[in-house]
């Protein structure tokens, strides 16, 4: 084990096992349902963002309240605790599911609960990580949630072979490892003293908190969004794999190698990028992304297509990470709940226009031309990030 990753504290490592029995319970619910919702409840491509659209924004604006409030409370772990907790009392939902719209609620419902615990989360993650180790422990954190993304599909897949496809009871197994996420963040989390006295006053988010954030942090923000431009819903994943052929049973497999490929190169990334900066490795995730799209377009079968799939794995673990890593950096810590809410905000609220328009263009045109929109956007968000990394560069000189 590298020495850096072995350096990170133990709370961000039983973080990241929370995150990844969660993981493990919405995955082997999230990469069936795309399936489920158009083959067995006869939903459209275009419902089916829709819904994703929905469900993001909800837990989006959710994260902004939550992350505020996990300021003023000075209570992190609190918060995190109930958004986890929401979470797991919503699972029951999906295996009743009649339509599309009791799916639609349950998505609803859950990412309600992802709102209220991220924010709080990775700003705990921030107040417990060292600066010098910031890249390594949201990498780490997020290699570990990406492994529960792996081992749930996993699981998907042999429940769909010992019940004879029967989705329905997958989406009830899914439940045990939400239980054991949640006992892990009571038992096994423990919340810092802080430094600074939490904030009395409960009042609204200010304009004056927002000003006070700074300027790097909304190029953060801007990066963010530009990024969230150039993609959408994963789910469309999942039925590029199954309009390609490969066996219901088998339709997990696309999150497997998705999620195989980020969880591998998110911790490795994030402590590269506390030595080189977390600027170039964000460039190459976006031209990997292009590429991506590209072939998921003009993929003719299954081979090309997980080729695809991998590539899209590659470019979330050159990412995500570190783009909640560039918000910690350029947040004051006084207010780093409400500036990871703020940045949660901007890029789901981006994700529903990505995840609609995506689920419009399938339906109307086809997979091979919602793909290669995703490209187009990648290509204009790569010169926007560029633009944007090279100004605030010039500023940050102008300023020293």
Sequence with gaps: MPLRIRNVPRTIWALGFVSMFMDISSEMTQSLLPVFLVTGLGASPALLGLIEGVAQATASITKVFSGWLSDRLGRRKLLTVLGYGFALITKPIFPFAATPYDVLAARFLDRIGKGVRDAPRDALVADVTPQDLRGAGFGLRQSLDTMGAIAGPLAAIGLMAAF???????FSFAIIPAVVSVAVLVLGVKEPNRTQQPHQAMSPISWSDVRSIGTPFWVAVTVGVLFTMAGFSEAFLVLRGAGAGIPLTLVPFVMIVMNVVYALVSAPVGSLSDRVGRKPLLASGIVVLLI??????LA?????ILIGVALWGLHLGLTQGLLSALVADTAPARLRGTAFGLFNLATG???IAASVLAGAIWTAWGASLTFLTGGGFAVVALFGVLALLKENRAGTETAA
């Excluded at 991506?292 to 377009?297: E, F, P, Q, R």
């Excluded at 003719?300 to 090309?304: D, F, H, I, K």
């Design 349 to 351: 609220v981006t994700m």
């Design 300 to 304: 003719g079968n299954v081979a090309g």
């Design 292 to 297: 991506a799209d590209i072939v998921l377009a």
């Design 164 to 170: 004879h496809g029967n989705m329905r009871i997958v």
